[in-house]
Structure formats: structure tokens, C-alpha cells
């Protein structure tokens, strides 16, 4: 069973840095892609970035390139997002999930529509 876990979330000033991990387990860790979401309040749930955990493969939001980093440590079996320069619109849930890495590229790019297995979230609030 997939299980993916987010930690790392908190209350920043605009232009500072957080680092988010998703720790995941009960699955073979290097067949996946694994993506960061958000949810801010109103809004719909958007993909941020994502990353292709054999190869590396990585896709970003333009909303944060330039600003977010995501890596990954195979030995940990976790996944991050360094999020720096932060600004009040980053202000959202953030989740990790899971797609098995064959179904990561469609005809469009990523295929943000088909991750799953969400994790519970973590609450990022970026003050002015």
C-alpha cells in the first residue's frame, strides 16, 4: 500500500525558505514519479512540481520556477521541496502523491490529473 507522509510546513515571512519532505513507503520507491501539490482556500488543488525518481525527470509550475527546487534521496525514500523567495500566493496545503513513472508523460506533458495516494498535508503560511 502506497503511503506517503508531508512534514516540514509553517509560518514564513515573503522572501524566506522552507523545505518540505514526503517520506513514502509501502512501495517500490524507484517506480514512480513523485509530486507536489496545493491547495489554497477557494481554489482548485494545482500541481507544483514533480519528479521522476529513477531518472530525475523534473517538472515545475511556471508559478515556481526559479524558486522551488524538488530532489530526492533514494536511500530515505523521501522527496523534497526547497521552496525559497516565498510569497503570500504560496500560501496553501501542500500534498505529495504518488504515479507510477509509465504513466508520468502524456501527449500534454505531466500527467499532474492521474497522481494519487495523496499524503494528509502540510500547512505553508507565507505573511507579507
Known amino acids: 500500500e502506497v503511503q506517503l507522509v508531508e512534514s516540514g510546513g509553517g509560518l514564513v515571512q515573503a522572501g524566506g525558505s522552507l523545505r518540505l519532505s514526503c517520506a513514502a513507503s509501502?512501495?517500490?520507491?524507484?517506480?514512480?514519479?513523485i509530486g507536489w501539490f496545493r491547495q489554497a482556500p477557494g481554489k482548485e488543488r494545482e500541481g507544483v512540481s514533480s519528479?521522476?525518481?529513477?531518472?530525475?525527470?523534473?517538472d515545475h509550475a511556471d508559478s515556481v520556477k526559479g524558486r522551488f527546487t524538488i530532489s530526492a534521496d533514494k536511500a530515505k525514500k523521501t522527496v523534497y521541496l526547497q521552496m525559497n523567495n516565498l510569497k503570500t500566493e504560496d500560501t496553501a496545503v501542500y500534498y505529495c502523491?504518488?504515479?507510477?513513472?509509465?504513466?508520468?508523460?502524456?501527449?500534454?506533458?505531466?500527467?499532474?490529473?492521474?497522481?494519487?495516494?495523496w499524503g494528509q498535508g502540510t500547512q505553508v503560511t507565507v505573511s507579507s
Open positions: 502523491a504518488a504515479l507510477l513513472r509509465t504513466w508520468y508523460i502524456g501527449s500534454g506533458g505531466t500527467r499532474w490529473s492521474d497522481f494519487g495516494s
Open positions: 509501502g512501495f517500490t520507491f524507484e517506480d514512480y514519479a
Open positions: 519528479i521522476t525518481i529513477s531518472d530525475r525527470y523534473i
